[in-house]
């Protein structure tokens, strides 16, 4: 069985910083992309960011230049640096990835975490 687990989410005032990990665990043979979503209240979940498993990352324009997307395949673990944070980033995270388990790719999903700003 496998399990996306994230941490470091919560309360932060506007400009201020928040750092999200998200950690796979279980029979994985290989973690291929993985990212970050988020969904606000009534709205729809949207891409935040994603990473390949070599390194190239994509960022939705709301984000870019503030948030920055890492991992470490060694810990099937990716990040989440939240910089400069604004009240609109206010959402349940959630972390996704493509794992492969004997040889086929499947689509998981962690249980999300808040991220609330206050203006």
């Known amino acids: 069985q496998v399990q996306l687990v994230e941490s470091g989410g919560g309360l932060v005032q506007a400009g201020g910083s928040l750092r999200l990990s998200c950690a796979a665990s279980?029979?994985?043979?290989?973690?291929?992309?993985m990212g970050w979503y988020r969904q606000a209240p009534g709205e729809q979940r949207e891409l935040v960011a994603t990473?390949?498993?070599?390194?190239?990352?994509n960022y939705a324009d709301s984000v870019k230049g503030r948030f920055t997307i890492s991992r470490d395949n060694a810990k099937n673990t990716v990040y989440l640096q939240m910089n400069s944070l604004k009240p609109e980033d206010t959402a349940v995270y959630y972390c996704?990835?493509?794992?492969?388990?004997?040889?086929?790719?499947?689509?998981?999903w962690g249980q999300g975490t808040q991220v609330t700003v206050s203006s």
């Open positions: 990473i390949t498993r070599g390194g190239s990352t």
């Open positions: 996704n990835a493509a794992i492969v388990i004997l040889l086929r790719e499947y689509d998981y």
């Open positions: 279980g029979s994985i043979f290989k973690i291929n992309a």
